[in-house]
């Protein structure tokens, strides 16, 4: 059965002292819970915050990585570095990161590599813009996405991939997908992997919406049959709302 994921990434938020407080509330909130939960903290502070989590249930992931494993690549971090503070977890392809870092499929496509090569998980995202939304060409925009980042890897890596649709117009905008919008996406993500993998791989790779994803429309949104959770930006970075989206499960 393919797993239900809540993932707050908490973007270039919060410093060392706010990190320890983030956490503390969130240590506070954990209940047993159907959701795998995860939090992505800046790089600086993912040693602190993957000691200050063992044991909570909370799983500590990062927001970005090289695909290089060492090298003249200036203040940048690789797979193994992100290993070796105990994280096992990354985010791949953040719309963010493709608008202000200019990251592109192919670049992409290496950082899953890099990633998966030393047994990461990675939580790959992608999304269309405003534009492609209003001119029909959602489900191409997205399919490339996918195809071209995504489908040269064989069969038994999708088992440590998750997929994050963020349509971009709805990331910090307060505009939401709705949940009809997220699931007819989420059922053509499914459908375009069945299509190059078969369904046995299809139904087993978690599918998450982000997208302004908040306490009020969490329940109705996860409700969805291929929506497997969410990645939270915003209301990750309040304890209380950030556990309303995990129990809305
Ligand atoms: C995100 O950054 O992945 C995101 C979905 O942000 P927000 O929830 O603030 O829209």
């Known amino acids: ?10 973007k ?26 995860m ?16 044991g909570s249930g909370i799983e500590v992931i990062a927001q970005n990585m090289h695909f290089a494993e060492n090298g003249a690549y200036t203040g940048e971090i690789s797979a193994s570095m992100l290993k070796s503070v105990g994280i096992n977890t990354v985010i791949l392809g953040h719309s963010e990161r493709r608008e202000y870092f200019n990251e592109t499929d192919e ?11 030393k047994g990461m998980r990675v939580i790959f995202c992608f999304g269309e813009e405003l534009a492609d939304r209003k001119s029909g060409n959602e489900e191409t925009v997205v399919g490339n996405q996918i195809k071209n980042a995504l489908f040269h890897l064989k069969s038994a ?15 910090g905008t307060g505009e939401t997908a709705s949940p009809e919008q997220a699931q007819d996406m989420h059922a053509f993500i499914r459908k375009t992997l069945a299509d190059a993998y078969g369904n046995d791989v299809a ?14 429309n969490a329940e109705e949104i996860f409700s969805k049959p291929d929506v497997d959770g969410g990645l939270i930006g915003g209301a990750s970075l309040n304890a209380e709302d950030f556990f309303a989206i995990v129990n809305a499960f």
């Open 1 to 10: 059965m393919r797993k239900q994921i809540v993932a707050g990434n908490w």
């Open 12 to 37: 270039l938020n919060n410093d060392l002292a706010q990190t320890e407080t983030l956490i503390t509330s969130l240590k506070a909130q954990v209940k047993t819970s159907a959701a795998e939960v």
């Open 39 to 54: 939090i992505a903290p800046t790089a600086t502070n993912l040693w602190h915050a993957y000691n200050s989590t063992k």
């Open 107 to 117: 670049t992409l496509a290496k950082k899953v590599d890099a990633a998966l090569a």
């Open 157 to 171: 890596d999708f088992q440590n991939i998750v997929l994050a649709y963020e349509p971009v117009w709805a990331i």
């Open 203 to 216: 139904d087993e790779v978690s599918i998450l919406y982000g997208g302004s994803v908040k306490p009020a």
